[in-house]
DNA sequence: GGCGGAGGTCAACGATCGATGACAACGAGC
DNA sequence: GCTCGTTGTCATCGATCGTTGACCTCCGCC
């Protein structure tokens, strides 16, 4: 916190920009940026507006200016349901390939936490906590509840998305030995016999869960 | 934080203990409780001295002499392996069982939350976040996955633990509508469905994870 | 050339934080 | 009854927090 004071966040890169007068709109990006960072990194508490105004580059006050409040800045980088699009699209099979490359790729969290990180940290924070729960009701429990067959649809969906959550925060923010070394197919591997097991609905009475029917 | 000025924690119960000068183990062990009912809610940064001082009906001062820091007193409620060890003896088909036990029971998150729940919250700690990995790795990657057979036991295992504690966010932290209004029954069977096939090695080649050998 | 406004800095505020040390109240032992 | 160690309170320190308003600096426009 004191030799930090280097700038972190010119790397929007897109016109180098000088030293002064830059545009509005890039500041403002450039505050949101080092907000998702920090607030993903330290949570709602750890993270200070002067610190998120370092990374970006210019005084604690311009927060102030383009969003009104440390809240609001908050609010302005939660998470949104974009980053689920895709699954509600990908065929049940490929689920648990969609798990994989979720859990791994995307940047790793040292340099950009995943949006559900910077949630959890701040969960002291009841309204990002409800806006989280709303969010996974909408995506998982409503639309893609709908693609699944048998019994308790919304619950198994939401099974889905509680590994999904667990899957990414072991591999990424606590990087546990064995899941921070895995390759990326021996995740899919595992994951899809556990994945196929929930999401298909069972047809025999021992609990089989293979596709292949039995 | 204005109202509650309430004595939360003279519940400890065992002796009246008048208003004045309990014993030293007697505030100790309340500060204990409300500091883990604290740091599990609103992580280490939104728990307060004073709040959990406050709690326990002490002096915040008492904080620093009983434990000498606040990082000192997060330590000693940090959590610690215990609450696995029933899992390393359970046979593995009951093993969704307990998950689904572990999920489920135990006082409710407005109550007491689960010792992960504080790491979680106060993942911007370092120091809390080595002392989980470390902790995981050695009961899941360590003793659980020697009770496995086939490829990647530890990845298996660590997969389990990111699981258990997916499912434990989702249904007692953030409360999503299935996972919150499940039956324990149904939260079992489903989660048998998916752990039974991560568990046991496939037998056959389209992935199946039938435990009937299939 | 001067001017107005936008982009940005600066100093300061009240509040709260973790932490410290002096001091009061009480009980056990002589 | 006096003393001394234990238990707990109180006032306070310096640091940092979110937030605000005054001020500065530069560019485009008349």
Redesign the pocket.
């Known amino acids: 916190?004191d030799g930090s004071r280097v700038k972190a966040k010119d790397d929007t890169g897109e016109r180098p920009a000088r030293a002064?007068?830059?545009?509005?709109?890039?500041?403002r990006s450039a505050l949101m940026a080092a907000a998702a960072l920090r607030f993903g990194r330290y949570g709602y508490?750890g993270?200070?507006?002067?610190?998120i105004?370092g990374d970006a580059?210019?005084?604690?006050?311009?927060?102030?200016?383009y969003f009104?409040?440390?809240?609001a800045l908050f609010a302005s980088v939660s998470m949104d349901t974009a980053i689920f699009d895709s699954l509600l699209e990908v065929p049940l099979d490929e689920v648990a390939a969609w798990v994989s490359d979720f859990v791994t790729n995307g940047p790793p969290d040292e340099e950009i936490p995943h949006p559900v990180l910077s949630v959890l940290r701040s969960s002291s924070r009841e309204d990002a906590v409800r806006q989280f729960r709303d969010n996974v009701a909408e995506v998982f429990s409503g639309r893609f509840a709908e693609r699944l067959e048998g019994p308790d649809a919304e619950l198994r969906a939401e099974l889905l998305a509680a590994w999904l959550l667990g899957t990414s925060l072991m591999r990424k923010a606590f990087r546990t030995p064995a899941l921070d070394a895995a390759t990326t197919a021996a995740l899919e591997s595992h994951l899809r016999a556990g994945i196929t097991g929930l999401l298909n609905p069972r047809t025999c009475e021992c609990g089989c869960t293979c596709p292949c029917g039995v």
């Open positions: 916190m002064r007068k830059n545009s509005a709109a890039d500041t508490d993270a200070s507006i002067r610190d105004a580059g210019v005084d604690a006050a311009l927060v102030y200016r009104g409040s440390k809240e």
